[in-house]
């Protein structure tokens, strides 16, 4: 088939359960490869890397000159995420004090004993269960109550957000050729609706602080170090999507791994202290970011493709993670795997900020799982796949005991 319609037959949701195929036919037709639409897709890893490190490529959506296959967006400043330095530095570097070192080295250490708590109460509500749902009863609880503990958010509000996250998530999405008007629209009030939310919250604790990070945020005691009330905004809702939806895929994708992979699963019984090693191979292999948009500032030759700027460049990070040219037996899930450095969490200075907290807590929950899946199979093989393409994982996973 036709080159140019890789991107849309990849985002097509018939092919959300396996698109690992058409990855690597867009590898075979790349490392640059033209659409329809006018954008360029590129999967091939090393390319991909060069392309996260260069400061020739932005990640501001408003720099666009051409069609996007990604949705407009906001019209206001996006959040850090995809802002470009010295603006991006400042932001992430403000976000960061609450979050972990320099400023705030203990944070993420000092949440491993909950972790580990939230865990073994899911896990003992699980117990007689016949069949579960992993999405619902375990993959989404625990980051989402992560979250909510390191922000502050009271646990009788935690239902507030389900909505206001799914509408925001959806407008993350890509996929060329469809009208998103009123996806936009309700992404733009859920995010204003959350937001407002969260910077009220932190208010509330001004001069009166408590031990998470929206008090942190409110009560910095340098005025040169905070950030402005749109900004506390835009930032927060960030954290908490980030801080959770990934890690749901993560965790979910590990499960419906394993389960598929018998013989891995009881190779981590055997050996659990393979386990961190088993999170980043889940992360090369299963990862739960799939694309990420870049625009250059200027025109710039690609592997001899010469790429306009303002172009919209789509980044096929779980092609790249798939690359025979730089990972042995790439389509092989090995949870032994040396010399790992994927793209699980990105690359560059857009890194995931919050990867240490995912990785935590991955481990403590596939940890808690594994000793249960002796005997777990699959009830659905392929399971419900969520809408998303950019943000790849089931919706629901529902195994027998």
């Known amino acids: 088939m036709d080159s140019e319609t890789l991107l849309a037959r990849i985002t097509d949701y018939e092919s959300r359960p396996d698109p690992y195929p058409l990855y690597a036919e867009l590898r075979e037709a790349g490392p640059v490869v033209r659409q329809a639409d006018g954008s360029y897709l590129i999967g091939t890893y090393h390319e991909i890397a060069a392309l996260l490190h260069d400061p020739r490529i932005s990640a501001d959506p408003r720099i666009r000159t051409t069609p996007s296959p990604y949705p407009a967006g906001e019209t206001a400043k996006p959040p850090f995420l995809r802002l470009d330095d010295p603006e991006h530095h400042r932001l992430r570097t403000l976000a960061m004090r609450p979050f972990g070192p320099p400023h705030s080295p203990g944070r993420i250490d000092a949440m491993r004993g909950e972790i580990t708590r939230i865990t073994g109460e899911l896990i003992e509500e699980l117990r007689d269960r016949k069949q579960i749902d992993v999405v619902d009863d375990f993959a989404y609880p625990l980051p989402i109550t992560v979250i909510c503990r390191l922000l502050g958010v009271p646990r009788e509000d935690e239902s507030l957000f389900q909505s206001w996250t799914d509408a925001i998530v959806a407008t993350a999405d890509i996929g060329p050729e469809e009208d998103t008007t009123e996806r936009d629209r309700t992404g733009r009030q859920a995010r204003q609706e959350m937001g407002l939310y969260l910077v009220e919250l932190a208010e509330q604790r001004r001069d009166r602080p408590t031990d998470d990070m929206l008090s942190a945020f409110v009560n910095e005691p340098d005025p040169a170090l905070r950030l402005s009330r749109e900004e506390l905004a835009e ?167």
């Open 235 to 401: 930032t927060t809702v960030l954290l908490f999507i980030a801080g959770h939806e990934t890690t749901v895929n993560l965790i979910t994708n590990g499960v419906l791994t394993l389960l598929r992979q018998p013989e891995q699963l009881d190779h981590l019984r055997r050996e659990p202290d393979l386990l961190p090693r088993a999170v980043e191979e889940l992360l090369r292999y299963e990862p739960p970011v799939h694309m990420r948009e870049r625009v250059p500032h200027a025109d710039i030759d690609i592997a001899g493709t010469t790429i306009s700027q303002g172009t919209s460049v789509v980044l096929a990070l779980a092609s790249g993670n798939r690359d025979p040219r730089r990972f042995h037996e790439p389509d092989r899930f090995d949870p032994t795997r040396p010399d790992n450095q994927h793209f699980g969490f990105g690359s560059g200075i857009h890194l995931c900020y919050g990867a240490p907290l995912a990785r935590l807590e991955a481990e403590a929950a596939l940890g808690a799982l594994i000793p249960h899946l002796g005997t777990a199979s699959l009830a659905q093989d392929p399971p419900p796949y969520r809408q998303n393409a950019m943000l790849r994982g089931p919706r629901h996973l529902p195994i027998r005991l």
